[in-house]
């Protein structure tokens, strides 16, 4: 594609609103849909959504072929209601969660091994990424008092590659009622894929004194 090409669709991707929910929780979803289409548009159908790919919203194609190529054969199951946890070496990982708070900057601290890319998103679509970072003993500050927001929660994930194993830390507020809130667990581990309450794992109390959804 030529670099006009590209700088359409990038516009395009800029300015959707569509979301998919599960790789959302994982990664910068358009960051990743943007490179996935320079490094493949003919898997992406690119050249299908010319000519005015932003003003015709025709970015969606892409999004949607995206979001099957990632998900469209994950196997869910909700433990949130059953004493089932997710499986290991997963279920160690997060128990080995510590939540830390060193005046207001509230932080969640990983003690046992995992490598990969790290994701951080906190309101309004401030993004971090990290790749190929050991994370035993690092801790990721997630909420501080003098964030903008920093009551509407935030999205920590964890990628491991090599081992297809997906791990995300969220806060979502009960029935999508503000004021009230758990927080979440959200594991891939090769084509399954678990929700489940942090609170079977690590205390979140730090988290949700903060978190009004």
């Given at each position: 594609?030529?670099?006009?090409?590209?700088?359409?669709?990038?516009?395009?991707?800029?300015?959707?609103?569509?979301?998919?929910?599960?790789?959302?929780?994982?990664?910068?979803?358009?960051?990743?849909?943007?490179?996935?289409?320079?490094?493949?548009?003919?898997?992406?159908k690119?050249?299908?959504?010319?000519?005015?790919?932003?003003?015709?919203?025709?970015?969606?194609?892409?999004?949607?072929?995206?979001?099957?190529?990632?998900?469209?054969?994950?196997?869910?199951?909700?433990?949130?209601?059953s004493?089932?946890?997710?499986?290991?070496?997963?279920?160690?990982?997060?128990?080995?969660?510590?939540?830390?708070?060193?005046?207001?900057?509230?932080?969640?601290?990983?003690?046992?091994?995992?490598?990969?890319?790290?994701?951080?998103?906190?309101?309004?679509?401030?993004?971090?990424?990290?790749?190929?970072?050991?994370?035993?003993?690092?801790?990721?500050?997630?909420?501080?008092?003098?964030?903008?927001?920093?009551?509407?929660?935030?999205?920590?994930?964890?990628?491991d590659?090599?081992?297809?194993?997906?791990?995300?830390?969220?806060?979502?507020?009960?029935?999508?009622?503000?004021?009230?809130?758990?927080?979440?667990?959200?594991?891939?581990?090769?084509?399954?894929?678990?929700?489940?309450?942090?609170?079977?794992?690590?205390?979140?109390?730090?988290?949700?004194?903060?978190?009004?959804g």
């Amino acid at each position: 594609m030529t670099p006009r090409d590209l700088n359409e669709i990038k516009a395009a991707i800029k300015y959707m609103d569509y979301k998919p929910t599960i790789l959302s929780k994982f990664f910068n979803v358009k960051s990743l849909l943007f490179k996935e289409i320079a490094d493949d548009p003919e898997y992406y159908k690119a050249e299908s959504i010319f000519p005015n790919p932003l003003n015709d919203n025709k970015i969606v194609k892409c999004i949607n072929i995206l979001n099957a190529k990632y998900t469209k054969d994950l196997v869910k199951s909700d433990l949130t209601s059953s004493d089932s946890l997710v499986p290991s070496p997963v279920a160690e990982l997060l128990k080995g969660v510590q939540l830390t708070n060193d005046h207001g900057a509230v932080g969640v601290k990983f003690t046992t091994e995992f490598s990969g890319d790290v994701y951080l998103n906190v309101p309004r679509g401030n993004e971090v990424e990290l790749k190929d970072t050991q994370v035993k003993d690092v801790t990721f500050n997630v909420m501080n008092v003098f964030n903008t927001y920093l009551t509407e929660g935030f999205t920590l994930a964890l990628r491991d590659k090599d081992n297809d194993i997906w791990v995300s830390i969220e806060p979502s507020a009960l029935d999508g009622i503000k004021g009230s809130g758990e927080l979440y667990v959200f594991v891939k581990i090769g084509n399954s894929f678990y929700r489940d309450l942090a609170i079977k794992y690590f205390d979140p109390e730090e988290i949700l004194n903060i978190y009004r959804g």
